[in-house]
């Protein structure tokens, strides 16, 4: 039984190892179904006599170039996917002064919906438009750290309310604000639990408000004063560490959408503070170790359960502000500026500014941040199906096209203009069950979004019509679809015509053994179900075939380097020619036309064409043509006398021109310009031959349609070089012999006054050098005598 179980494995782990290459042949796909999810150019042939003898079910699956070359188009399924635009409502332009529109009438994002079938491999693009609307609604909620180092930013705030609602007016007509405070939580070691500090815990004479977690001060509002009334009441109070927990504020007014009064249009969040936060894990510190729920829990405007719950992490905030579209406004305090810009970068669609020491400049600060935020655009989309990749591409003002993570945003937009982005969804695979999926498409910090709905081609047309127990697949072993059989469980083969414990029956094996050979298949194949499966080959156009696989279509002769010289087919090892084309190798041409001479004949009419190529039967002439003879003489010298004797009645053979040389038209021109030119006539040679008195003549010899038809064109008169004169000559020689002699005479008295000069320059030297003695006369002698006594001493 080990055995039985085992052979089937192993047979599909040859096919996977094998077929390395061609990804649509490699997936071995058994049905078409398979097939089409393995790429888009995989194509399945549903002709009922599509596979050759030994081939597998597989072999239906073929990229579709290889598959149109011996499978009908109307028999290849081939599903492509599509797309569907379902709402498609315009962008909306308007302007301040044009009718007021409620926020949901307002459209940026175009499409709104779409539904896509996507086919595995095969990506679907789309185009979408955003628009940034003009006079677009905001809502902004101001939330404030109310710990007692911002006591002088209070005061500066209490006339928030009206200053920043005429700055906004400038952008928009639809403007509200909600103000809202946090200290920390309200357990050991954040605040002071005694009962003194609890009611104020501040120290000295000031007055403080009890501490508190967060509290929503006003709901979102368009009524400027009430803001300031409201916010003019509020006490600052006190807590004991510098970290505030102000994340546990920030998450109860991202998730309390009803109670803050949120609307869906763009969400500001301006968070006010001069120190650090507090983060989960924190909480343990006062012995808090739920998570944080990231539900509401706001009690007559107060978060009730800050003791109850951990602070909030940040990636769990940026999912929260993400969900809800709340764009941030971090406006802190110089010292904590690289912290918050730290912060920033993790939470999408934030600004951080710098808060002055009162909050003086808190409005400049608000606008700022508003308009980097609005003048920037970025697309996220939800979490994805499994198998499923999805490609941006931006184009964006001045023509800058973005691609990669720069495809989603396009920056520097101001209100009125109009992107647009690629968007291409791709399916690798089905989802399990081919259930539809939906996404969801939108900028980040607007609550638009274009919804997507996503089906899936799982399975070819051809599948509906299958026939369930079909007599066709071996008495009803299988359902029989697009073209084949795919077999119920436990059956194999083509036509399901065997169980899997029939696979390795010896008897079974002998069908697959050509001749009673002793190679099952001729060893490029398996034995299933007594029937050879040729394997497949790394190169999928190499093609194993057969009864026993015993043929291929590579290993016929080849020319060239190619398989039958490129101009046949190899089928089962012998190369079927194409038309016009013969031989072992087909790289024999019966095509003649490389064989024809300029004169239009045929190898020159010496020789035959044989395969493209002339063989001369004259062993003399040689070349493509036949048309050299290196041993034959010239046409010009060879036909010099005749034409010598026609032309001119001279020349060796002018006694037997008349039998020897009337092979030939003649015709008499008056000058050389007057012959036949190259391409007036076929077989055209120039000749310019000299005769025995040294005379040139000129003539041409041409060959037109046949050998027999030789026409000579020749210049009536010869040209004769003319006597020397001799006066010139001599006076010539004469007159030489005087101006050699010249030449001579002043050269030699050329070189006599050189010589002179350097006599004369050499004598001067010496001259100059002579020197005259005039001391004593040699033999005088003087008639005094000195004497030296040789013991004088010298005293």
């Known amino acids: 039984m080990a055995l039985v179980a085992t052979k089937p494995l192993l047979i599909c782990w040859v096919y996977f190892f094998i077929t390395d290459g061609n990804e649509c042949t490699k997936s071995n796909a058994k049905s078409c179904g398979e097939c089409i999810q393995v790429a888009a150019n995989c194509g399945w042939c549903t002709k009922p006599d599509f596979l050759k003898q030994g081939e597998p079910t597989s072999a239906r699956c073929d990229d579709l170039e290889s598959l149109r070359k011996r499978c009908p188009d109307d028999m290849i399924e081939n599903p492509r996917g599509t797309q569907k635009v379902l709402q498609n409502k315009p962008v909306t332009n308007r302007s301040q002064n044009s009718e007021k529109l409620k926020p949901e009438e307002i459209t940026q994002i175009q499409p709104q919906k779409m539904s896509l079938t996507l086919r595995s491999g095969e990506p679907q693009s789309f185009e979408l438009k955003f628009k940034r609307a003009e006079d677009y609604p905001i809502d902004l909620y101001y939330l404030m750290d109310l710990s007692f180092s911002m006591k002088d930013d209070l005061e500066n705030v209490k006339n928030l309310g009206t200053s920043l609602r005429e700055e906004m007016s400038l952008i928009t007509s639809d403007f509200r604000i909600g103000f809202g405070s946090f200290v920390e939580k309200t357990v050991m070691p954040y605040i002071s639990t005694t009962p003194a500090k609890l009611l104020n815990p501040c120290t000295g004479d000031q007055n403080c408000t009890s501490p508190f977690s967060y509290k929503n001060v006003l709901s979102l509002t368009s009524d400027g004063n009430q803001f300031n009334t409201l916010v003019g009441q509020q006490q600052i109070s006190g807590n004991l560490d510098s970290p505030e927990g102000g994340f546990d504020a920030i998450m109860q007014v991202a998730v309390c959408s009803d109670i803050i009064g949120w609307r869906n249009v763009t969400r500001l969040l301006v968070f006010s503070t001069d120190a650090g936060f507090h983060f989960a894990g924190d909480g343990k510190l006062g012995g808090i170790v739920l998570p944080n729920d990231g539900k509401c829990h706001l009690k007559d405007g107060m978060y009730t359960m800050s003791h109850y719950y951990d602070y909030p992490s940040i990636a769990h905030l940026v999912q929260k502000l993400s969900e809800n579209n709340i764009q941030t406004i971090f406006a802190v305090t110089e010292e904590f500026q690289p912290v918050y810009k730290e912060l920033k970068n993790l939470i999408p669609k934030s600004a951080v500014g710098t808060l002055s020491a009162n909050s003086s400049n808190v409005i400049k600060l608000i606008i700022d941040a508003y308009n980097s935020l609005s003048s920037e655009v970025i697309l996220e989309n939800g979490k994805l199906p499994e198998g499923m990749t999805i490609n941006y591409v931006s184009y964006c003002k001045n023509g800058i096209i973005g691609t990669g993570e720069n495809g989603r945003k396009c920056s520097n937009i101001s209100i009125g203009d109009e992107v647009m982005f690629n968007i291409s969804i791709t399916a690798q695979k089905c989802p399990k069950k081919g259930q539809s999926e939906t996404i969801r498409i939108k900028p980040q910090g607007f609550n638009e979004e274009v919804e997507i709905t996503l089906n899936f081609i799982c399975e070819c047309e051809c599948h509906n019509q299958g026939i369930p127990n079909s007599p066709i697949c071996n008495n009803g072993n299988g359902t029989f679809e697009c073209g084949a059989c795919r077999c119920n469980e436990g059956r194999i083969g083509r036509v399901c015509e065997c169980s899997t414990e029939e696979v390795n029956s010896d008897d079974l094996d002998a069908n697959c053994r050509k001749d009673n050979s002793t190679d099952i298949c001729s060893t490029n194949g398996d034995c299933i179900c007594g029937e050879c499966v040729c394997k497949k080959r790394e190169n999928p156009n190499e093609i194993f075939s057969g009864k026993y696989c015993e043929c291929d279509n590579f290993n016929c002769d080849r020319s060239n380097n190619k398989i039958c010289g490129g101009h046949g087919d190899c089928e089962c090892r012998v190369c079927k020619c194409y ?217």
């Open 579 to 795: 038309p016009n084309y013969t031989g072992s190798a087909c790289d024999c041409s019966l095509d003649t036309s490389t064989c024809l001479a300029k004169n239009g004949q045929i190898c020159n009419g010496r020789g035959i064409c044989e395969c493209g190529t002339c063989k001369c039967t004259d062993p003399k002439f040689q070349g493509p043509t036949c048309e050299i003879c290196p041993t034959c003489p010239g046409v010009c010298t060879e036909h010099k006398e005749c034409v010598q004797c026609r032309a001119f009645e001279t020349g060796e053979k002018r006694e037997t021109c008349q039998t020897e040389c009337m092979y030939f038209n003649l015709t008499k021109v008056s000058n050389r310009d007057k012959l036949p030119q190259p391409g007036q006539a076929s077989a055209l040679t120039h000749c310019k031959e000299r005769d025995a008195r040294d005379c040139w003549f000129y003539f041409t010899y041409a060959v037109n349609n046949s050998e027999s038809d030789i026409h000579v064109h020749v210049v009536e008169k010869p040209e004769c070089p003319s006597g020397p004169d001799i006066v010139p000559i001599v006076a010539g020689v004469v007159a030489g012999i005087v101006l050699i002699g010249l030449a001579l005479l002043l050269i030699w008295k050329l070189l006599m006054i050189i010589h002179d000069r350097r006599e004369f320059a050499k004598f001067e030297k010496e001259k100059m050098n002579a020197k005259w003695d005039t001391g004593e006369n040699p033999i005088y002698k003087s008639a005094v005598t000195t004497v030296v006594n040789p013991k004088y001493e010298g005293k």
